[in-house]
């Protein structure tokens, strides 16, 4: 999914990054600004793993440096997981506020086939949740592609 939004932002010449996350202060960013990577980074970043566990706070806070630090003002947010994890209430109200300020939307994707009645927590933060127990991973890239495009 993440390369299927990456192909769009190379199509806009438009900047792309994606945030690997894991454990608490667990983080790895892959920047893509137009014109200033190739293949192998491409290829690099989807054979990018991180150790267990699930923290949200981390790679929400590093979304939102960027966004103030990066040049990323304008972005929204493709949040993927297959974990649940919960996030402090004071994050969870900066983010809010964040988002209210700045106009960004959160997308969730819940990773959730092999566990349909997995409860999670993206509803928390997320304005939309797509789970891959309900539409299939190339649906849910073609409504990302095409809810970003209209």
């Known amino acids: 999914m993440a390369l299927a939004l990456l ?12 945030i690997h996350f894991a454990g608490v202060g667990d983080v790895q960013t892959d920047l893509f600004l137009p014109g ?3 293949r192998e980074d491409v290829l690099r970043c989807a054979e990018t793993f991180l ?6 706070e981390t790679p929400l806070r590093e979304a939102l440096r960027l966004m103030e630090q990066e040049g990323f003002e304008n972005a929204d947010m493709v949040f993927v997981t297959d974990g649940e994890c919960v996030l402090p209430d004071s994050f969870l109200e900066k983010l809010k506020a964040e988002q209210s300020a700045r106009g960004f939307q959160i997308t969730g994707i819940l990773l959730d086939q092999e566990d349909a009645g997995f409860e999670f927590s993206l509803r928390e933060f997320c304005t939309n949740v797509y ?7 190339d649906q849910i890239a073609e409504q990302l592609v095409v809810s970003r495009v209209a």
């Open 7 to 18: 192909d769009i932002a190379m199509r806009d010449q438009r900047r792309f990054a994606v």
């Open 131 to 137: 789970r891959t127990s309900q539409l299939s991973r």
């Open 51 to 56: 150790n267990g566990n699930t923290d949200y």
């Open 36 to 38: 200033q990577y190739d």
